[in-house]
Each structure stands twice: as C-alpha cells, then as structure tokens.
C-alpha cells in the first residue's frame, strides 16, 4: 500500500551447529607429554628386557667361588678322616649342601647389585643348563652306593660338575667354560688313578680350581 510504513521485524540468530568439544591448549599439551612418557617408560622396559633375555649370564659369583671353594677344602680335610663309607659320603653330601646354598646367595647378591633379578633370562637360562648334571649326580650317587661303587664318585662328581659348568658356561663370560673343562679333565684322571687319591682331587677340584678361578672372576668381572 502506498505511503504504508515498513514495519521492521527482528528475526533472531540462527543457533550455531554446535561442533565438537576443544579442549584448552595447556590441557591438551600435558596430556600428550603424559602419554609420550607413559610410551617411553614402557619402550624402555621392553628394551632392558629384552637385553636381559639375550645378554650373557654376568652374575658369577667370584668371591662366592672362593668361599664354595675354603669350605670344600675344609670337608677334604674332614672325609679323609673318616673310618666308614658312610661317614665320608655324609660329609660330602654336607659339602654339597652348603656350596649351593653358598653359590645361590652370591649370585642373587651381585645379581641384585647389577640391578638384573635372580631369575632374569639370562640367570634363567643358566640354572637350566647348569641343573641337570647335578640332578644326574644325585641319582648316580644313591645309586652306586646302593650297588657299593662308592670308589666311582669322586671321579663322576667332578665331570657332572664340570659338565654342568660348561653348558651354563656357554651364556656366561669366556673362563667359566675354562672352569668347566679343567672340572671334566680332573674328572677324568679321578676316574683311572687309584682311590687313595680321591680326597686329594676332591680338593683340587672343589677347593683349589674353585678358589683361582673364583679370585680371578671377582677381579676382572666385579666381585
């Protein structure tokens, strides 16, 4: 209509689409820091364990060579003077008791020093391989005594030993499978020299090669 005034008519916003939720930069930054470092910490376990599953067996226990190897000396001394079969066999049935509990304890020492754990891989895969020809010896040892063979024992005690020694020396550091086989070359000679020598190699084996090797482990190796 002519001359009609336009009425004006406010017509309100159009809502906006609401969009997806930002949060703030700050929090969004520490967010991410804290999973980075949640990634690292995890990529840094996965790298020592796998060190610790394909590294070499390093805790050798030198110094507890050396004290497996004074008791040992001490148990030559003691079995020489016993005037029964059984007597002598308690004696170095006792030896052997005390040198695994001593030879346990030092490795899970220098072990926990290393910061590695006593049944980490490496540790691990020398108990299995060390084990079995000691478990061997055990029954060899009821064994021949029960048929009366007791003559065979040192010789076989001394080659399970080292037996044992050079198959966990395989994952170990250079001398420990020197120290296995010196073991095997002493078994052998325990083997074909007469009885009245038995405590004499006993001592040379259990007592002196353990006490040189073991000083020179705890030197160059760290105790």
């Not at 063979?149 to 499978?177: M, N, Q, Y």
Request: net charge positive; glycine share 14%; no cysteine.
């Amino acid at each position: 209509m002519a001359g009609a005034a336009i009425r004006l008519v406010d017509v309100p916003d159009r809502p906006e689409t609401p969009g997806p939720y930002r949060a703030p930069t700050a929090t969004r930054n520490r967010r991410s820091a804290h999973v980075l470092r949640e990634d690292a910490l995890d990529n840094l376990q996965f790298i020592r364990e796998t060190m610790e599953r394909a590294g070499p067996f390093t805790a050798v226990p030198g110094w507890g060579l050396v004290a497996m190897g004074v008791t040992a000396l001490g148990a030559a001394l003691i079995a020489g003077r016993q005037t029964t079969v059984e007597g002598w066999l308690l004696t170095w049935m006792t030896e052997a008791a005390l040198s695994g509990a001593i030879g346990v304890w030092a490795i899970w020492r220098k072990a926990r020093a290393s910061g590695i754990g006593l049944f980490a891989g490496p540790n691990r895969r020398f108990a299995f391989s060390f084990a079995p020809p000691l478990l061997a010896g055990g029954l060899l040892t009821y064994a021949l005594y029960a048929v009366g063979e007791v003559g065979l024992l040192p010789g076989l005690w001394l080659l399970l030993f080292g037996a044992g020694v050079t198959s966990g020396g395989a994952l170990s550091v250079r001398i420990i499978p020197v120290l296995g086989l010196s073991f095997l070359a002493l078994g052998a000679v325990a083997l074909i020299i007469p009885p009245v020598w038995d405590d004499a190699l006993m001592a040379l084996g259990f007592g002196g090669l353990l006490i040189a090797f073991g000083m020179v482990i705890a030197r160059r190796y760290g105790g």
